[in-house]
């Protein structure tokens, strides 16, 4: 009984938190996207978010989002394959790691020095006889910075489910003559299925929201929920529409947990 109790005692910070940090403020956006500019109560936001200008910027959201988390997956994998197979591995995980540390708005400011006319990339174009182009504020740059800046969120959790793949079950497929690719495919991938998931979720859902580095980095040439969001709450002081964007955000976002949620094996 006093065990109960105490278990009890531990989890009332904890729902303390989750009310005023989570639950409050989600109640509190969802007020406020059925208020309109005059402060009534209304519909009317909802009304505006389904016309074909707001479903195309979600759509294009959704878009770029995936092409991030594809582009990361696709790269992350066979990068935290080979971390494993290597001598110092966790070493070479955390330099890998490092660069995430690194304030966003610094590491944006440093590709616009990159991709800049006079930075690197271009210096480089330069040399090999290609010639000076526009690389900034472009679909390319946009997407090559939110990459750097995702890859590393989705290596880890696909690194963490390879090196936990029991080597054992690696020999028995060898043993049972199933090629290199079939193993992979029958063994390894199935295997590290929810670091994959774990990683998609890192990646996915906050590219979804994605809105300093559309206005630094694509110079607002790529429009986003995340751009719309901040444009309502600091630019057009329409709280109400901004608050319904998120409102839509905060489902997929669900959706998205829920599609790539781990589920127990056999259930």
């Given amino acids: 009984m006093n065990n109960k109790l105490s278990r009890n005692l531990y989890m009332i ?9 989570v639950i409050a403020p989600i109640l509190l956006v969802v007020y406020y996207s059925f208020i309109d500019t005059q402060g009534n109560f209304s519909f009317v936001n ?11 910027m979600t759509l294009s959201s959704f ?9 990361s997956l696709i790269i992350a994998y066979p990068t935290a394959y080979l971390l494993t197979k290597t001598k110092h591995k966790q070493l070479w995980l955390l330099l ?30 330069e040399v090999v006889g290609i010639g000076t182009q526009q690389l900034l504020f472009t679909d390319f740059s946009f997407i090559f910075v939110s990459v750097y800046i995702f890859i590393p969120f989705m290596i880890l959790p696909i690194f963490n489910a390879l090196d936990n793949v029991n080597p054992t079950l690696l020999d028995a497929a060898n043993d049972l003559g199933a090629s290199k ?21 890192i990646t996915f859902i906050p590219a979804l ?10 110079g607002n040439r790529v429009i986003t929920l995340g751009t ?14 901004g608050a319904t964007i998120a409102v839509f ?13 781990h589920r127990k094996r056999g259930a």
């Fill in 46 to 56: 909802y009304e505006k978010f389904f016309s074909s200008v707001y479903l195309k």
């Fill in 13 to 21: 910070p904890y729902a303390i938190w989750i009310l005023l940090f």
């Fill in 228 to 241: 719309a969001i901040e444009q309502h709450f600091l630019v057009t002081q329409d709280w109400g529409m």
């Fill in 96 to 125: 890998i790691i490092v660069p995430s540390w690194i304030n966003l708005l610094l590491k944006a400011y440093a590709f616009i020095g990159i991709f800049g006319t006079y930075g690197v990339a271009n210096s480089f174009l």
């Fill in 63 to 71: 878009w770029y989002a995936f092409l991030i988390t594809l582009i």
């Fill in 249 to 261: 955000l905060i489902i997929a976002m669900f959706i998205i947990m829920f599609i790539t949620g």
């Fill in 209 to 218: 929201s994605l809105f300093m580095l559309t206005r630094l980095i694509a």
């Fill in 181 to 201: 690719w079939t193993t992979f495919r029958r063994v390894i991938f199935p295997i590290t299925l929810d670091g994959v998931k774990s990683g998609i979720q």
